[in-house]
Every structure is written in structure tokens, then in C-alpha cells.
């Protein structure tokens, strides 16, 4: 596990707590209630790796013996209340009034909190304002959205989101420990924010796949896309590789695996350019066909510019797979360039990078060798690890602020 400079004291207290759950078991976090704030929640259409880092660490909260409520946003038909595997769900609010709703919530049940996490998706949910003065609040960021506000959004209302995510956060959370999943994203927190709280890494986990049957009966290599079809990931530079490696790679096929919005727009896609035969969308798939697709693939492809990590690279690296990714904050530190995938650089294409990836592994032996560094890489993290860290990162908190919890 990585830990900034800052934290490396409250890092070391981590093994206590760890171990005497393993052997002695002990749940140090007894009667603590928790409040995880995410803007979605697993179980949604757009749900992604953020979504996953917080239901991850809040079930490993729940088996250290705390009370977990995961407060969200609520999709169309979603319940507003249930319990799902012992932690409450409280779903509020579209992706626009859940910045309001949530706060709310947290006022009117702030003394039923003893801890909060506080996930800034771009927009935080301003949680030290209604807690009070003593609840410990932790400040989870993923990365920077400036970019991406301006990417997608009016310039207006771009710049407003930077303000926000800014010199508003920015003050807000200067006295919040701060945690973030890679060491690119602490740099850019510092950077382009000017970040003044304390900040602490812990990367994601990934979990052990389920070992499934391989696809089979294709004439060539595969390249396979799992993730959200979400605009900001950029799948069209995926699907287009279809076409401009077809000439060299004519038994090259595209998978791409996965729900979200962008789905019609990328099957218009594949029609004009007349991919049908080359690229298949299969939507949502359950976990072994996924990894099973996955699995047989000779690429795990990512054209996303905008990452904290890149979770889908660990898996794909868990199965053997290694990925194609830009040089962007995140999945700088998720793909090890030249050992467990390639890095496409300033100046390169994406399907120069990727014909590239495809030549040196058309040889068993470098393939059969990164494989390995794959799965090695992908070995070192998991849940568990990243629960372990928060739970330390939590009980330090509620000791400095004078708490019983021992």
C-alpha cells in the first residue's frame, strides 16, 4: 500500500488494528456509524471504479463492526431506502439535486454520525458545513475534473464546476484528511488545485477473477473494451481501431463490454463504417462471460483521457491481459509501460500504440511473460489492503478527536 510523506505515522498504525482483527477477532470499529458519500451507487447504469472503491471499503467497514449507510443518488424505478448485503442504502436526488438532498440528510442525522467519507466527484457534497464540529469527515477524490468540465460541459457552467472543485474545496476540506488511489492524482491535487489538506494514497483493489472457459473460435487477435459507454471515455477511438488496423490485422475483432449512454451512438457508429462483422457490442455481461471474453483477448484497450486509476486495467491484468492506455494521471500508475501494457505518449496515435502492443505479442514467449507481470501487478492489491488502510485512516481520526474507540 502507497502512502504520501504526510501520513506515513498514521500509515504504520495500520498493522494494529489489521491483525488483531485476524487473530485476535477483534472489530475495532464497534459501534461506529459511517457515512458514505458517493454520487452513484453500484448497482446504476453509469456506475463505474468510484462507484466500486466505495462499496468495497464500506463492506470491509461493516465487517471491522461499523455501521455502514451509503447515501446516494437514486436512478428512475431505484427504491429510496434498502439494505443490501447489511448496508443501508439511502438514495436521493438526480444527478443535480443529490448535491443538495444529500447535505440535507446529513444535517438532519449528524448525530448519528461518527465518521464520514466524502467523495468529491468534481462536486463535493460539502459535509464539514452540517457535521458537527467533531465528526471526522475524509474527503475521497478520484482526480481532477477540470478538464473534464470543460470537455463536456458549457464553458459557463465549466467554470463554475473548477470554482467549485477549486478555491471552494480547496478551503473547505483544508482541514480534512484527503485520499486519494494514485500518486498521479495526489500530484494533480496539489498542482492544478492547490490542494492544502493533507493528503494520503490508497490505491484500489481488485478482485481474484473467476477463472471461466475462454471465448474460442476466432480467426485472429481480439481487443476487448470494459468499462462505462460513457462520453468521457472515449470508446469511438476504440471501435474506429477496427478500421484503421484492418488492413494489416484483417482477422482483428472489437469487443466492447459494457452499458451506458453512449451505447446507441457507438452501434450508429459501427453501422456507417460498416464494422459489423469486426466489432460487437455486447452490452452488460455477467462476471464469467465478461472474463471470459476478457481472458481471450490479446488487448485490454482504454482510450479514456480522464482516470484516477483504471480499475478495468486491473482486472484485465488479473486475467493475463495487458492494456493500451494514454499517458494520463492515473493510468500512469495502473499500467507499468512496457511491463504490463504500453503507454500511448504525446505524439503518438492510440493504433500506432496498439499495432505496436499487437506485433510484440504476435510471440508466445513475450506474451506468455507479460501475462505473468500482469498477474503479479494485479496481485499486489486488493480490497482487503484498501479497506485496511481506511479502517486505520478512520480509527486514527476518531482518537485524535478524543473518541473511545480503541
Not at 105 to 111: A, N, T
Not at 156 to 185: D, H, K, N, Q
Not at 197 to 212: D, F
Not at 348 to 357: G, K, M, N, T, Y
Amino acid at each position: 500500500m502507497v502512502f504520501t510523506g504526510e501520513h506515513r505515522g498514521e500509515a504504520a498504525q495500520l498493522a494494529a488494528p489489521r491483525t488483531r482483527g485476524e487473530e485476535g477477532g477483534e472489530r475495532p470499529l464497534t459501534g461506529v456509524r459511517i457515512a458514505m458519500l458517493n454520487f452513484r451507487e453500484p448497482r446504476q447504469s453509469t456506475a463505474g471504479g468510484a462507484e466500486e472503491y466505495a462499496w468495497q471499503v464500506s463492506r470491509h467497514l461493516l465487517a471491522q463492526g461499523a455501521s455502514v449507510v451509503f447515501v446516494t443518488g437514486r436512478q428512475r424505478g431505484q427504491r429510496r431506502a434498502e439494505v443490501l448485503e447489511d448496508i443501508e442504502l439511502r438514495r436521493m436526488g438526480n444527478p443535480y439535486l443529490v448535491y443538495l438532498l444529500v447535505p440535507l440528510w446529513l444535517l438532519f442525522h449528524r448525530r448519528s454520525v461518527d465518521a464520514v467519507i466524502d467523495t468529491m466527484n468534481g462536486i463535493p457534497f460539502f459535509s464539514p458545513l452540517v457535521v458537527r464540529r467533531h465528526t471526522p469527515v475524509l474527503c475521497l477524490v478520484h482526480h481532477v475534473h477540470n478538464r473534464q468540465f470543460h470537455a463536456f460541459l458549457p464553458r459557463w457552467l465549466a467554470r463554475i464546476g473548477c470554482f467549485v472543485e477549486g478555491p471552494v474545496a480547496r478551503l473547505l476540506y483544508r482541514r480534512c484528511l484527503t485520499i486519494t488511489v494514485s500518486e498521479s492524482s495526489a500530484l494533480e491535487l496539489r498542482r492544478k488545485l492547490r490542494w492544502l489538506a493533507p493528503i494520503t494514497v490508497v490505491p484500489n483493489g481488485c478482485v481474484e477473477p473467476v477463472r471461466s472457459a475462454r471465448e474460442s473460435g476466432q480467426d485472429g487477435p481480439s481487443i476487448v473494451y470494459a468499462g462505462r459507454l460513457v462520453g468521457h471515455k472515449r470508446i469511438e477511438r476504440v471501435v474506429d481501431l477496427a478500421a484503421e488496423l484492418g488492413e494489416a490485422w484483417p482477422g482483428l475483432r472489437v469487443h466492447v463490454v459494457g452499458r451506458g449512454p453512449e451505447h446507441g451512438p457507438l452501434a450508429r457508429r459501427i453501422a456507417a463504417m460498416e464494422l459489423g462483422g469486426r466489432v460487437e457490442l455486447h452490452g452488460f455481461l455477467p462476471e464469467a462471460r465478461k472474463n471470459a471474453l476478457l481472458g481471450a483477448a490479446r488487448l485490454n484497450v482504454t482510450a479514456s483521457e480522464f482516470e484516477g486509476w483504471g480499475l478495468t486495467v486491473m482486472e484485465a491484468a488479473a486475467l493475463g491481459v495487458p492494456t493500451v492506455a494514454y499517458d494520463v494521471a492515473g493510468l500512469r500508475d495502473s499500467v507499468r509501460d512496457g511491463v504490463t501494457g504500453w503507454l500511448v505518449r504525446d505524439g503518438e496515435s492510440l493504433a500506432d500504440v496498439v499495432e505496436r502492443a499487437l506485433k510484440e505479442l504476435a510471440d508466445p514467449d513475450r506474451r506468455a511473460a507479460m501475462a505473468g507481470a500482469c498477474r503479479a501487478w494485479a496481485a499486489e492489491f486488493t480490497w482487503n489492503r484498501t479497506g485496511a488502510s481506511i479502517t486505520g485512516l478512520i480509527l486514527a481520526k476518531l482518537q485524535d478527536r478524543g473518541g473511545a474507540y480503541q
